[in-house]
Every structure is written in structure tokens, then in C-alpha cells.
């Protein structure tokens, strides 16, 4: 299945800010981070069709997925 993966803040790095990956069905935002090298724990948020989720919620084929790292202020 394809979904697409939006990455934002410093997940970006080295990465494109939207990308198309192919899971296999029954996979989770984990697994979209796995494929893109991204260690999991420096995902803090994750939205799935802009609704917010969690790194092991069940995605579908089409889904958005975006990932955020934890954001710092002053």
C-alpha cells in the first residue's frame, strides 16, 4: 500500500518534506518511520489524516501520515 508521510521541524534533515512510501497493509506509523530511518522516539507527535494517533495505530492505504519532533521554546 502507498501512504504518504509529511516530516516537519528537524525530522526534515536530510529528508524530503512529503514522500511516498509503499508498507505492507497492517502496518503502523512505526514502521513509516523505520523505512525513513527515523528513530521512533524522536517522533513526539504523530497525526494520521491530520487526526492525532500513535507510532502503532493500523494505517491504510492513502492515509497522511505526518511526524513531529519535540519542539522547544523559550
Do not use: Q, W
Not at 518534506?17 to 513526539?44: D, Q
Not at 501520515?65 to 522547544?72: D, E, M, Q, W
Request: aromatic share 4%; glycine share 8%; hydrophobic share 40%.
Amino acid at each position: 500500500m502507498k501512504i504518504e508521510v509529511r516530516l516537519f521541524a528537524t525530522l526534515r534533515t536530510n529528508r524530503e518534506k512529503k514522500t511516498i512510501i509503499e508498507l505492507e497493509p497492517g502496518c503502523s506509523p512505526r514502521h513509516a518511520a523505520e523505512k525513513l530511518n527515523i528513530p521512533p522516539e524522536k517522533v513526539t507527535m504523530v497525526l494520521i489524516n491530520g487526526k492525532n494517533s500513535t507510532m502503532d495505530a493500523i494505517i491504510n492505504e492513502g492515509d497522511i501520515v505526518s511526524f513531529y519532533p519535540a519542539i522547544g521554546g523559550g
